[in-house]
């Protein structure tokens, strides 16, 4: 016979009665009103569970359906369109990368693959980059033919983190709209709208239901870049260079792509995604004259001047600048604390606003811009009041040594008749020159080290006081590391050999030293940050190497480019 249900009939009697839950029947026997209410609230917490886990089935079944489609192609082309000319990789902004999943690469929770692409470049050299079995290669091959082929390993740091990309396809969720700089997404017929996260970046990703045509699987679309996803026909052969060495045993290797999931994406089911655009405005809407100082060992005197190859193609990323002006001095036989380099620098600075006021020789409505020992100058010619910052005014600090630098000291050490290993001398003489030590390089020396005088002491304490008082804006760079770049080899080298106080340098200023008074507390990893503490080499932060493609910490073009306190 079944057991009673529920009341059916008034009076109802809830002392005795028995529940189906899940085809199980559940009887009560007759209770007091405190464990009725302790059983309901039981059962209802049942329920919700059993809701999220049929939830949690379908949600595993969507990202299982999604991803089949990868499995099932023999290989892949992925269309990359980089949107800023600061992200271009060997002067292209729009490239293909084959992949093709790897021999033996396990089944459907894991993908492991291989990729290859190849940028041509004007100077009839090719750069082919691929990822066979885990490791990546670098292969440069010259036009004059294959004798001119050199192959070397990439490190993992250089990759962006290709593991993840199963899992930010896996976890998207659906939103209901998304837009890029405020123009709408539109997705192509048969393919889904979603928000996914990769490489801590937020993308509106569209993604195929059914078969699409000319094979599109995915469309990721993002504030920087754009990535296509096809399937291939035919499956791609990718092999490791003819000419690549053997992977020595500390190399590491790409993980495999899991369907673990990353970040939630910052949206939540059923809301609209919005993007920024790729490039930004001034977000003040008022723009003023720019002028930007160098650092140390530029001999050649010109002045102001409109161009200046130094920082790169900054003038592209300025959009708070009325004009961009220059100043290059004799930074070889002028120290920072030169009383005739500081004149100048406060002139010139005079000279670009008709707001500035020339008698009380306050600098208004100006932006000043300063690279490396630059700051220093800057930051003593107003501590030592040969000119004033007018609060209309901002300062911008790349890198300033605000304590010094070590290498100076071991200059010193050098120039004094002191020994040190061959490669340490090597990489002393790439960056800071021969001996004798010019005057700028001996007043770059570390506060309160061997070869800092009482008087330079106390003019570092005065600079980092007007510093800290002042600045706007500064990025410092904690990695040697940095971009990948012609300058990379001897900063990486300074970093590693140099006397560092910290392993946090960008090869020839320590972090502490950048930072000078500001709080480590006050820099973020991320360009968003007015104060940014990135993975940068000191030549890095001459704006000269670009952008990264996906690391927030190694973007310093977009940095200045979107700094909101300008």
Known sequence: MAPPTLCRSVPCDLSRFSLSVGGQFLAFRPMKMRSLLVLLVALAVALVTARAVAHQRQHQHERQRRLQPLHAAPSLRLRVAVKRASMAIHGHRTFDVSVAR??????????????????????????????????????????????????????????????EALAAIADAVPVTAASVGGRAVQCPPGMELLHATFASDDFALCAATGPVAVGLLFRFIGSDLDIDVFAETARVAIDAPATARQRPSHWGRVPRSATRPTRPPSVSLGRSLALRNASCACPSQRKRPCLFFHGMDIKADRGVVDDFDFFGDIKLHTPCCSSVKFAVYNTVDFAWNNATLQDRACADALAQSPSSDRQTRTIKDTILVAHSMGNLMLAHAIASKRCALHSSSSWVDLSGPMRGSMGSDLQQYVCNGGNVAKDAL??????????????ARQALVYQGGKYATDDLNRQYDEAQAAHAAHVS?????????????????????????????????????????????????AFGRTWRSPFYRAKLNHADTQFKNGDALFDDAQKPLKWFECLAVL
């Open 102 to 163: 790897a021999t033996g690469a396990p089944p459907l929770r894991q993908f492991e693959f291989n990729g290859v692409v190849s940028f041509p470049t004007a100077d009839a050299v090719t750069h082919t980059y691929s990822l066979v079995d885990g490791v990546a290669f670098h292969e440069l091959q010259h036009a004059n033919g294959s004798d001119a082929t050199t192959v070397s390993l990439v490190a993992l740091h250089r990759l962006p983190p290709i593991h």
């Open 426 to 439: 090597a990489v002393l003489v790439g960056l800071f020159g021969q001996c004798p030590s010019s005057r």
């Open 473 to 521: 804006a500064s990025v410092c760079g904690d990695s040697y590391n940095g971009l990948l770049s012609k300058d990379w080899l001897g900063l990486y080298l300074g970093g590693t050999i140099l006397p560092h106080k910290s392993k946090e340098n960008d090869g020839v200023v320590e972090f502490q030293s950048c930072a000078g008074r500001l709080p480590s507390s």
